[in-house]
């Protein structure tokens, strides 16, 4: 269906079917409004449908307009965010997918795909190919479209765009991508002018005025079981784990949905929001907003400054290197939770089965290794994030709560405003004030490691191992070493304080020893010694910790003694209490991540 680079990821079952009498999006097989039996709508997995809010649909009209002409929806249209390079979202309505709307990293345009059927509702003024009657049958019976067969084609078609095909009599048989430019493809007597996509002469589709409203009725039952059912887990879950209970609040919908299910469930739990350092203004607005509306505790903790202290040491964050969740966000909910809830906390989550392949194996209860004390519960596991939009849609009469806005200027999902989870697109869409702040330590990081403006222009920062679609591209991706190196005096206490949890520590004038370690610090230079290997790696993570701490917490929750705090920024362990466990060595992301590449 699109390139071959772009794999099909099942995270769960395709929820959305469509009842064909009413024409509205169903996620049960029989209709809320005619109790008609629905039918199966195809799409590509995972499936995990949204609602088009007006944005979307003003630039999916913008995009078509400037390929094709004129395009009209109707309410009522559906996206499902598909596998791509970068951004793709099929564009469902009719019970059918119209195309897809595709954002291109080289030009930094989207381009709408059509399918036939809408292609014909368009009637296309520009980006049309008319093909003479002996390509037709070809055409139709799988065949792309030769240069020799095309009649005519608007002249401002180049290599690459997409484009519609006519019969001679304009009806429309196939969309593809065109080879060749429009010129090229009138005058030349020999290859391929368009590669079919899609091709078939369907009957013409019409827009009705069905609304939102329609599909929560169409859908009352569903989500009425939906809640029922996450109701019943939630005081289930609540019954079996004796500690206090709280939501986390991120401040998209899925958390918001989950704070409503809780109340729902007949609590009234304080809320809690980690604010990372890298939230966008609207963000920390809504979470104000919704616990103020809602007359709940909120209770924030904030990573400050960390990120921008923490990446002149790990490197820019990747998909595959996200050091950034675990000092900016789970470092600070380990504070919070030693702080507001020593006793431990059952803390219920937004998260979902269709929002990545990790979290479809996670299951609706769990541990997170790197928040000690905290039991992770989701309500919402096994919805679609279309289960979560209508449920949010009735909830909003009852509360008059709407969620971020951000979701209604193009944003799919709601995260740090840097996320390297996110596609490029999303970063055209809005840029945060301290864009330009990320790009200079991008651009110092390249400068460094030699690498070209495409590194940064393609989003290739995002990655540490090179994705198979960019292949070639440099990524500057080799972790560096360097000399552990004595920067201030008050370095050599704090190397000899976090050794502490290897064993005793014994200082000379030039040493500590700890067991059979050794750790000599010469002329501003640190060394370490052992006959056992392991120790060494061990006590060199301790030392590297030690010299390159954040602050983010995360080993003050790992510790069952209390040992560990956070004094003048960087832990600290109390001798008095520290066993030398050593269960806090392999816990810090100093140790886990090391650098991603040095440039400092």
Known sequence: MWNACESVIYLGRI?????????????????????????????TPPGDVRPAFSFDIELCRNVIERQFGNAVFPEVVLLNDVPATDRMDEVIFNGKVAGALRYDMESKKFRFIPRVWFAAMIRPTRGFVIADEGAVEPILNGSSLLSPGVIDASREIKKGDEVVIYSPGKEVIATGKAYMDSDEMVNSKHGMAVKVRWKGIEDEEKIDGRTWDDVLKANRDVISGKVGEAKGFIRKTVRENEMPMAVSFSGGKDSLATLFLV????????????????????????????????????IEESAGDIFWRAIDFFGPPARDFRWCCKTCKLGPTTRLIKKYFPGGLLSFIGQRRYESEQRSKKGSIWKNPWVAEQ????????????????????????????????????????????????????????????????????????????????????????????????????????????????????????????????????????????????????????GVDSEDDRRKRDAEGVVERALNCMGCGVCTGQCKHDAISIVGGKAWIDVEKCTHCGDCINICPVVVFGRRGDFR
Not at 417 to 428: N, T, V
Request: aromatic content about 12%.
């Open 15 to 43: 929820e959305l079917r469509w009842c064909r009498k009413c024409n509205v999006p169903v996620l049960g097989k029989t209709c809320g409004i005619c109790s008609s039996e629905t039918s199966e709508v195809k799409l």
């Open 263 to 298: 109340i729902d469930a007949g609590y009234r739990p304080p809320i809690f929001f980690i604010n990372t350092g890298l939230e966008f203004d609207e963000t920390v607005s809504h979470v104000r907003e919704v616990a103020e509306k809602l007359g709940l505790e909120l």
């Open 375 to 526: 039991v992770g519960a989701s309500p919402i596991q096994n919805w679609t994030a279309l289960h979560v939009w209508l449920y949010l849609f009735s909830k909003y009469s009852e509360y008059g709560i709407k969620w971020n806005k951000l979701y209604e200027q193009g944003f799919s999902r709601i995260g740090c405003w840097l996320c390297p989870a996110s596609d490029m697109a999303e970063f055209e869409f809005k840029k945060h004030r301290d864009w330009n702040k990320l790009m200079e330590k991008l651009e110092e990081y390249a400068r460094y490691h030699d690498l070209d403006r495409e590194w940064i222009g393609r989003g290739m920062w995002r990655w540490v191992v090179t994705p198979g679609w960019a292949a070639g591209v440099k990524s500057g991706t080799v972790k560096s070493e360097r000399e552990m190196k004595i920067t201030e005096k008050e370095d050599i206490d704090r190397v000899g304080n976090s050794l502490n949890c290897l064993g005793a520590v014994e200082k000379t004038d030039s040493m500590y020893t700890v067991g059979n370690v050794t750790v000599t610090f010469s002329d501003g230079i640190i």
